[in-house]
């Protein structure tokens, strides 16, 4: 997990880098997250009673007028977990939950590469696929701030079985881990290829194997990626034809690989979208890395926080 | 095509429906349309200068900033072909464009079966499939007039070739031409069937043969129907995952098939959606019928006037 103390222009004051126990469960989870937190506080020099709001961005299914946490993939038995309450009765502050991939669009939107956008979409490809709306301006969120699950989206209706339950999702075809599946399974198969010199066993071949496998020329390699940008496109040009976006803007591990990814799969979009929202979208890469969830999760509680105050006057 | 005079509470003051000569180019079909327009005024003793504005829906790229009709699918020739301006100057009044999906969905978030609702996704199923997105409670155009093309969302990448130049695209196989199609292909392979009694011969085999066929119990025309519904429902959970929208409004002619349709849809959508968004969503049928798009298209007509006006003032 990342903590991190934020400015009110968007500058980031201090960070923790924390190690998320996700299989002691919720509770030493939320342990762990009040430490990291105390942790960036402390380099910050400050007290938790000097912030204006805490923002948590958390991968999966999140709630904030609820303050649940429905499901999280990487967080085996969380279901339905009162979050922000925890977290709230144990920094004292107000807490706003919000999705990570929501986070990361509004980090962009305000301080990356969606700045000056009225219309956007944030996709992360890691090792799934998640996604942001921002649509007049703002982060879109659903009725119950569930919107913008795009990793979910059904791109081939018998596709690979998803553990969302779902089967042909666009994360089981394009993501980090459709990559790893897939050079396991043809090199089990005895493909000949070089991505075996870049991890310890064939179980443990993962996407970065296979990245500098085709970085040093490898042909298994830049097949397979080349597999992931046609999906990646395929994805990208529903994303075109159902929001007619002005900017599509790519984040996450996966997107590090770059134009040998990212060039194919702007043209496969091209040829699957409709040629008029498709000449007037910009593809631009993530500008905040790493840290556009921390920021747009800060941006988020300091804008809800606003509404509140707003609201109590305005009463 | 419809042509009406609508008052200001949404009620239809007068309707005139005329053959859209679409064969004989632009021209034509705006002569026509002007033509259609007198009648409908006519019948309702109104001038066209006593209206407030006029709003055209068009099948189609539509894009009113530009008051341009990018393509249309149903006129052939049509290339960003300048319907504001045409209708303004024959009949002097104000006109907006928006696409007929987009109508229809306004026409029913404010006098129909969206009513009251801030997050819905309008579904027309007919020949094609059409989309309108009312998020936040307006309806979302995009950056260009041209978002919710639902019906070229791709939900089998290796599907069959759509005529917008995509493959797998939702309206080839969930929609009244995917229905029909299908049935050709069968009967022409041999499959016992009676649907051929509810039609002039195999060529003119359609969506409405089928379903009277599956009314009296014929069992191909009822797993076409089936099949229709299952790649309807793998739709219906992309819209539920990547919108978490309080409602689903389900319009167009083939959704009067009803039940024996959308239920089954319904079902495969709740086994492809994450559970939550699912949990919370609800299916309503369009309550306008035919009407849901002059509806729309007169209240989106007002309602760009109004801002026009209120801008005029602040400025």
Not at 96 to 119: P, Q, S, T, Y
Not at 159 to 184: D, H, I, Q, T
């Amino acid at each position: 997990m990342l903590s991190a103390v934020i400015a009110a222009d968007g500058r980031l004051v201090s960070r923790d880098y924390s190690v998320t126990p996700a299989a002691s469960g919720p509770d030493a989870v939320v342990a762990a997250l009040i430490q990291s937190s105390r942790s960036t506080l402390d380099a910050a020099g400050v007290t938790a009673g000097e912030l204006r709001a805490i923002g948590i961005g958390a991968a999966g299914l999140v709630n904030d007028t609820l303050g649940l946490v429905h499901t999280s993939p990487n967080l085996p038995g969380w279901r339905d977990y009162p979050l922000k309450q925890a977290v709230e009765s144990a920094l004292g502050k107000p807490v706003f939950l919000i999705n990570d991939a929501h986070a990361a669009a509004v980090g962009e939107l305000h301080f990356g590469a969606g700045k000056g956008c009225r219309h956007f979409v944030y996709v992360t490809v890691s090792t799934g696929i998640g996604g942001g709306l921002v649509l007049n301006g703002r982060i879109y969120e659903g009725c119950g701030g569930l919107a913008g699950e795009l990793g979910h989206m059904v791109i081939d209706d018998q596709g690979p079985m998803c553990k969302c339950g779902n089967r042909g999702c666009w994360e089981m075809l394009a993501s980090g881990k459709a990559l790893a599946v897939e050079a396991r399974r043809l090199i089990q198969e005895g493909e000949p290829t070089s991505i075996l010199h870049y991890a310890v066993d064939a179980e443990s071949v993962d996407a970065r194997a296979v990245e500098q496998a085709a970085a040093a020329g490898d042909a298994l390699a830049l097949s397979l990626i080349s597999r992931a940008a046609y999906y990646l496109g395929v994805g990208l040009g529903n994303i075109i034809n159902v929001f007619n976006p002005e900017r599509i803007v790519i984040g996450g591990g996966l997107s590090n690989i770059g134009d040998r990814l990212l060039l194919p799969a702007y043209a496969e979009a091209g040829r699957r979208a409709f040629k008029q929202p498709f000449d007037t979208v910009k593809f631009a890469r993530a500008a905040l890395g790493r840290d556009s969830g921390v920021i747009g999760a800060a941006v988020f509680a300091h804008q809800k926080t606003e509404q509140i105050n707003n609201n109590g006057q305005v009463k």
